[in-house]
C-alpha cells in the first residue's frame, strides 16, 4: 500500500513515507470496510477437528441462500480450507483491482463472496512458514484491501486455539460476534472452556454453541448411536450463560461434500442433519435481529486473566 503524504503542506508529525503512516493509511481502510458490514461474526474453538470450517461455510452459505449478502474470510491461515470446501480455483494474480483500488474476493455466487489465502498461492499446497506479525498483516489486508462492498454478514473462520488469528479478528474487527463449535466429548470441551474465556477476556460478546458430531444417524436403520456422547455442549454453554444454538449429528454426506466442494448441511435434502443445522442458522439470524449482547466479561467482577494476573498491567 501507498505512504505517500497526501497534504499539499510539510507533514508536521515526521511520519511522511514511514510505516507509522502506512498504518495509519490501512486503519482507514479497515473502519472504511467494516463500516459496510452489518454483522461480523468468528467461527472458533479451542479443539481442531471439530468442524469449524463446515459451520463456517455452511453458515455462510445458509444466510446467502436466504437472499442477505455475505462474505466468507477464512483466517486459518496455515490450514486454509475453504476454497477447498467450496471448489473455488481463482487465482488473485488474475484479478484487477477496481477503480477504488480495492481487490476483488472470490465470488462464488451472486450473494457469497470469499478470500481465503489459497487465492493469493500459486500451489495450495505450499506450506505457509509465518510467525506472528506477518499473519497479523495479512488478516488486516483481508480486511482493508479486498472490495467486501455492503454485507449484511460477514463470517470469520479461525484456526483451533486462541493464539494470533482470533486476537488479530478481536482487535480489528471490535464489534464482532462469536460462534464457537465444539464436539460433545469431554476432552473437547475442555478447550472450548478456553475459547469462552478468550471471549470473556477481550470482550467479544458470544451468539452461542454449536454441538457438532452430536451423535451418528445410521443409514440404514436411521438410528441415533452416540459415538462422542451428546449434551456436552449444551451443559456447557448453560455453565458460561450463553445461548446454545443446536446439535448436529454426524452425516456421511458432510464428509462428502466438503471434499467434492458442495457442502451438504445448506442441499436443502431432508435429513436429520440439515434440519439441524436450518435451525442453526435460524438461532444465529434471531440472536443478532433481536440485538442481544451476551458478554461474558460482565459475567462476573473477577479478573479474566485468572491466576497469571498481574494488577499494575492488567486492563481487564
Request: aromatic residues 4%; contains cysteine.
Amino acid at each position: 500500500m501507498g505512504s505517500t503524504c497526501q497534504s499539499s503542506g510539510s507533514c508536521s508529525s515526521g511520519t511522511c513515507g514511514s510505516a507509522d503512516a502506512a498504518i495509519v493509511k490501512q486503519d482507514k481502510a479497515i473502519r472504511t470496510s467494516l463500516g459496510k458490514i452489518k454483522n461480523k461474526i468468528l467461527v472458533m474453538s479451542g479443539k481442531g477437528g471439530v468442524g469449524k470450517s463446515t459451520v463456517s461455510t455452511n453458515l455462510a452459505l445458509g444466510l446467502a441462500k436466504k437472499g442477505y449478502k455475505v462474505g466468507l474470510m477464512d483466517v486459518d491461515l496455515h490450514g486454509p480450507d475453504i476454497c477447498r470446501m467450496l471448489n473455488l480455483t481463482e487465482k488473485l494474480h488474475a484479478a484487477h483491482a477496481g477503480e477504488n483500488g480495492l481487490l476483488p474476493p472470490m465470488q462464488y455466487n451472486e450473494n457469497l463472496k470469499v478470500i481465503s489465502l489459497e487465492y493469493m498461492m500459486e500451489d495450495r499446497d505450499d506450506p505457509i512458514i509465518w510467525r506472528g506479525p506477518l499473519k497479523v498483516q495479512a488478516i488486516r489486508q483481508f480486511v482493508a484491501d479486498m472490495d467486501w462492498g455492503d454485507l449484511d454478514y460477514l463470517i470469520i473462520d479461525a484456526p483451533p486455539g486462541t493464539g494470533d488469528e482470533p486476537l488479530t479478528v478481536a482487535q480489528t474487527i471490535k464489534d464482532a460476534h462469536a460462534v464457537v463449535v465444539t464436539t460433545p466429548q469431554e476432552v473437547a470441551l475442555a478447550d472450548v472452556r478456553k475459547s469462552l474465556n478468550f471471549c470473556k477476556h477481550v470482550k467479544m460478546n458470544v451468539i452461542g454453541m454449536v454441538e457438532n458430531m452430536s451423535g451418528f444417524i445410521c443409514p440404514h436403520c436411521n438410528e441415533s448411536v452416540e459415538i462422542f456422547k451428546t449434551g456436552g455442549g449444551e451443559k456447557t454453554a448453560r455453565e458460561f450463560g450463553v445461548d446454545f444454538l443446536g446439535r448436529v449429528p454426524i452425516d456421511p454426506r458432510v464428509v462428502v461434500g466438503g471434499d467434492d466442494g458442495t457442502p451438504y448441511l445448506t442441499s436443502g435434502e431432508d435429513s436429520p442433519a440439515v434440519r439441524a443445522f436450518a435451525e442453526i442458522i435460524g438461532n444465529v439470524e434471531k440472536h443478532l435481529a433481536a440485538g442481544k449482547t451476551i458478554s461474558l466479561a460482565s459475567a462476573d467482577s473477577g479478573c479474566a486473566c485468572g491466576s497469571t494476573c498481574n494488577p499494575s498491567t492488567c486492563n481487564c
